[in-house]
């Protein structure tokens, strides 16, 4: 199956910094997304983003397919971006990474 | 309101015993999702069904058993629970195959 990697596993920030996150795949795709999964539990689509560029508030996603990998862009870190971010890609099936971890310091 | 909801939340059972987690989507979806997070918070797939029609079904034990009545619910019976059973089980829906996903709140499962 496809091989999902992101990094880096761990990333702690204060609040106010922008940070880039990575996602890298290891073979074509129909799509891409990226989760939140927030300190709660609770799993929330960020993007649906195959190829291109997309913004949503502070955040926004990059995908090059072509070159099999898509970034995540946070700005103005808020301590409500902590928790897990997943990159997840599919062939026929959603296939996750392992996440980064983000914890945003007041 | 909810879009995804899974009941319950919570499940403690002991281990040997046979429970169900269901699922209903009130988005109009086509196809639904079932999901395994582990301690380590890895996701992985269970089952998917694209209008009440299994389409995905990865190496999971036969103790676990989906069955979607409609394409608004799709639950998941477990029998002969199992220590290893202890996990964070979440149903998802998108519009189709291959569209964006959308999660319910999870269902942590414990076995004792």
């Known amino acids: 199956g496809i091989q999902v990697e992101q990094s880096p596993p761990d990333l702690i920030l204060q609040e106010g910094a922008n940070s880039t996150l990575r996602c890298n795949f290891s073979d074509s795709v129909n799509n891409l997304q990226w989760f939140h999964q927030n300190p709660w539990g609770q799993l929330i689509n960020l993007f649906y983003i195959p190829s291109g560029t997309k913004q949503n508030g502070r955040l926004s996603a990059t995908t090059v397919a072509t070159e099999r990998y898509s970034l995540l862009y946070i700005s103005s870190s808020q301590t409500t971006d902590s928790g897990v971010y997943f990159c997840?890609?599919?062939?026929?099936?959603?296939?996750f990474g392992a996440g980064t971890t983000v914890t945003v310091r007041a | 309101d909810t879009a995804v909801s899974q009941t319950p939340k919570y499940l403690v059972t002991q281990m040997g015993n046979d429970k169900s987690i269901k699922c209903e989507q009130n988005l109009g979806h086509d196809t639904m999702y079932w999901y395994k997070q582990d301690s380590k918070k890895f996701l992985k797939i269970m089952f998917s069904y694209n209008n009440k029609e299994l389409i995905i079904n990865e190496t999971v034990p036969n103790r676990f058993s989906p069955k979607s009545p409609d394409k608004a619910h799709l639950n998941l019976h477990i029998n002969s629970l199992e220590l290893g059973d202890s996990a964070v089980y979440f149903c998802?829906?998108?519009?189709?195959?291959?569209?964006?996903?959308?999660f319910g709140d999870g269902t942590r499962l414990s076995i004792l």
């Open positions: 998802a829906s998108s519009p189709g195959r291959e569209q964006p996903q959308h």
């Open positions: 997840a890609v599919s062939d026929y099936k959603l296939s």
